[in-house]
């Protein structure tokens, strides 16, 4: 069997398969692309905002702590 497209006779065959690659094709397409990195947000220790030097010694100290002992997780 055949379908008639714009006066031409057209095999099931090449229908599948075009209706196929169209969506492969269409799949590739949108799965590329730029990627953006997965560390958006910056580092606490950098943020830190304290009243005093010693408190923000503190801070940074306390959040390198934390984040040596998630690394070992």
Not at 36 to 44: D, V
Request: glycine share 6%; charged share 25%.
């Amino acid at each position: 069997m055949s379908y008639v497209i714009a006066g031409k006779a057209i095999k099931n065959e090449y229908l599948a398969l075009g209706t196929i690659f169209a969506a492969v094709g269409a799949a590739v397409v949108s799965s590329g692309g730029s990627k953006k990195s997965s560390s958006t947000i910056p580092p606490i220790a950098e943020t830190v905002k304290s009243e005093s030097k010693e408190e923000a010694d503190f801070i940074q100290q306390f959040v390198a702590e934390a984040e040596k002992e998630e690394k070992k997780h």
